[in-house]
T-cell receptor
Framework: DGGITQSPKYLFRKEGQNVTLSCEQNLNHDAMYWYRQDPGQGLRLIYYSQIVNDFQKGDIAEGYSVSREKKESFPLTVTSAQKNPTAFYLC??????????????FGSGTRLTVV | KQEVTQIPAALSVPEGENLVLNCSFTDSAIYNLQWFRQDPGKGLTSLLLIQSSQREQTSGRLNASLDKSSGRSTLYIAASQPGDSATYLCAPITDSWGKLQFGAGTQVVVTP
């Protein structure tokens, strides 16, 4: 079945460490997105990419970095510059052929905790 | 910037009652609007997608309406069941990059 795979499901980060969250899709979608979810708040956009080797900052990009070397992969790195990284991270994709008619597909999320 | 508001923030009903979840947005120039369901600790599951040219969309017990001019969408869930307990999120797409703007959601509890 086609879908989005996020790994790991749980991740623990020590102070000062960089960690990378994986997002892989087999839907042949062009566009991919990273959202952050905090308790009691709506999802906020971190980064997005519409094509390989190109990506754009979202509303809360500070302290995060991404790459898009392959169409199916969009990893997110949480750097030590992100002061409050504890949150639930969701990856999503959107096919751009008829992108705005198909809707989004989301992964199952990664819960990141600072220890 | 698009602002999305969902009312009520929380809702508790006995099994069998119909649910009405409201979503309002400030920028009516949307491409489409998607309703999602989120179970605790899980990702988002798409429920319904309404194109900007549509007035409503139906899937089983779910029906979503869209009034672009007034910036409103409503999700109706008929004959609620305990398995409908979840947080429901609405999200309009307002630019060609496809970025979603989310409301904070409505947390629904259906009691047996």
């Amino acid at each position: 079945d086609g879908g989005i795979t996020q790994s790991p499901k749980y991740l623990f980060r020590k102070e000062g460490q960089n960690v990378t969250l994986s997002c892989e899709q087999n839907l042949n979608h062009d566009a991919m997105y990273w959202y952050r979810q905090d308790p009691g708040q709506g999802l906020r956009l971190i980064y997005y990419s519409q094509i390989v080797n190109d990506f754009q900052k979202g509303d809360i990009a500070e302290g995060y970095s991404v790459s898009r070397e392959k169409k199916e992969s969009f990893p997110l790195t949480v750097t030590s510059a992100q002061k409050n990284p504890t949150a639930f991270y969701l990856c999503a994709s959107l096919g751009t052929a008829d992108s705005l008619k198909d809707g989004y597909t989301f992964g199952s999320g990664t819960r990141l905790t600072v220890v | 910037k698009q602002e999305v508001t969902q009312i009520p923030a929380a809702l508790s009903v006995p099994e069998g009652e119909n649910l009405v979840l409201n979503c309002s947005f400030t920028d009516s120039a949307i491409y489409n609007l998607q309703w999602f369901r989120q179970d605790p600790g899980k990702g988002l599951t798409s429920l319904l997608l309404i194109q900007s040219s549509q007035r409503e969309q139906t899937s089983g017990r779910l029906n979503a309406s869209l009034d672009k001019s007034s910036g409103r969408s409503t999700l109706y869930i008929a004959a609620s069941q305990p398995g409908d307990s979840a947080t429901y999120l609405c999200a309009p797409i307002t630019d060609s990059w496809g970025k979603l703007q989310f409301g904070a959601g409505t947390q629904v509890v259906v009691t047996p």
